[in-house]
């Protein structure tokens, strides 16, 4: 099996909505030309592989090294005190992962984990190692479902724009964004049923390992 691996949320670039930073440098010192990195037999880039996730030296990484105050948006009047929710003292609340609960996104994709790829013309699927997480990314483009139940997960749906893959993501559940807590215990950051994300997958170069 070809192990590849993101040398910061993206060897393969990886962008979503004002929370994702852009990918930092390859892993090697020659980035190689789009037309060096591997495709499907579709002509489009192939992300299939293992992936590992960004670490800072010395580090495990995960959601609360990833991004901070500095690399978000700023807050619209009044928005900051509906993004920071107070812990309550009720573990099912302050860290519902320790109950099995479900991590929600982009935190489940965010720790120290690894992220397998599963790639066809049709779909892409995401499974990372944290919880067996699992998403369905259908690649058509097709509109977004109206009515539905908001899920932990939201509900992805990816397009190509030239060599990129675009995905797109609504219809989430109000849940925790991250796990900064443990960096701040007063700032529990939530999303609300209104969060959109927009990620974008770029191969940069052809590391595999065997």
């Not at 619209?76 to 479900?102: I, Q, S, V």
Request: glycine share 8%; net charge neutral.
């Amino acid at each position: 099996m070809n192990t590849r691996f993101i040398p910061s949320l993206a060897g393969l670039a990886l962008l979503a909505t004002a929370y994702f930073p852009v990918a930092g440098a390859p892993i090697h010192a020659q980035a190689q030309t789009t037309s060096q990195i591997p495709r499907a037999p579709d002509g489009k880039p192939d992300f299939s592989g293992i992936w590992d996730t960004p670490k800072p030296p010395g580090g495990r990484g995960g959601g609360a090294t990833v991004f901070d105050k500095a690399k978000m948006a700023p807050f619209k009047p009044g928005g900051e005190a509906l993004f920071y929710e107070p812990r309550t003292g009720n573990p099912r609340h302050d860290e519902p992962r320790a109950f099995c609960m479900p991590s929600g996104f982009p935190s489940a994709f965010l720790g120290p984990y690894p992220i397998q790829i599963v790639q066809t013309p049709k779909y892409m699927v995401m499974v990372t190692e944290f919880m067996r997480v699992t998403r369905l990314i259908p690649l058509d483009g097709r509109p977004h479902a109206k009515d539905i139940e908001p899920t932990f997960y939201g509900e992805p749906i990816g397009h190509w724009e030239g060599d990129t893959l675009v995905v797109d993501a609504t219809n989430y559940k109000r849940w925790s964004l991250d796990d900064w807590y443990y960096q701040n215990p007063k700032e529990y950051r939530m999303h609300s049923e209104a969060f959109h994300t927009i990620e974008r997958f770029r191969r940069t170069d052809s590391i595999t390992n065997d």
